[in-house]
C-alpha cells in the first residue's frame, strides 16, 4: 500500500469519536504494542515496512463505525475476530480482497 492510502486510514480512524486501538506488524517480524493515538504515532517511522495494521473494535456499534470508515477508503484486508486487519504488503500465494467486502 502506498502513503497516501495509509494517511487515508489513519485521518479515518482519528476522526471517529471513539478511536479504536491499533497494532502494526513490521516486515521485519516486530509487532508493536496498542496504541490509541492515531494523528502522531501512527505515522512516525513511516509507512514502508509496515505488513499489516491490526485495529480493534471495542463492541459492535465500535465495529460498524470502523467498518464504514474503512469501506469509505477501500483498502486491502479483512474483518478480524478482534477488528480489521488491513494489509501493506501480500505474502506469496495471498488473496487480498478490499475490506469494503465484508
Not at 508493536?32 to 495494521?53: K, N, P, Q, T, V
Not at 470508515?69 to 506469496?92: C, D, M, S, W
Request: charged share 25%.
Amino acid at each position: 500500500m502506498n502513503n497516501t492510502k495509509w494517511d487515508e486510514l489513519r485521518l479515518a480512524m482519528h476522526a471517529l469519536d471513539r478511536r479504536p486501538l491499533w497494532r502494526c506488524k513490521d516486515l521485519n517480524g516486530h509487532y508493536s504494542g496498542d496504541d490509541r493515538e492515531w494523528f502522531y504515532h501512527f505515522r512516525s517511522g513511516g509507512y514502508a515496512s509496515i505488513l499489516f495494521a491490526d485495529i480493534t473494535a471495542d463492541d459492535p456499534s465500535h465495529r460498524q463505525a470502523i467498518r464504514a470508515a474503512l469501506k469509505a477508503i477501500h483498502l486491502p484486508g479483512e474483518e478480524t475476530e478482534a477488528g480489521f486487519r488491513v494489509f501493506g504488503y501480500g505474502q506469496n500465494g495471498q488473496t487480498l480482497g478490499p475490506v469494503d467486502k465484508v
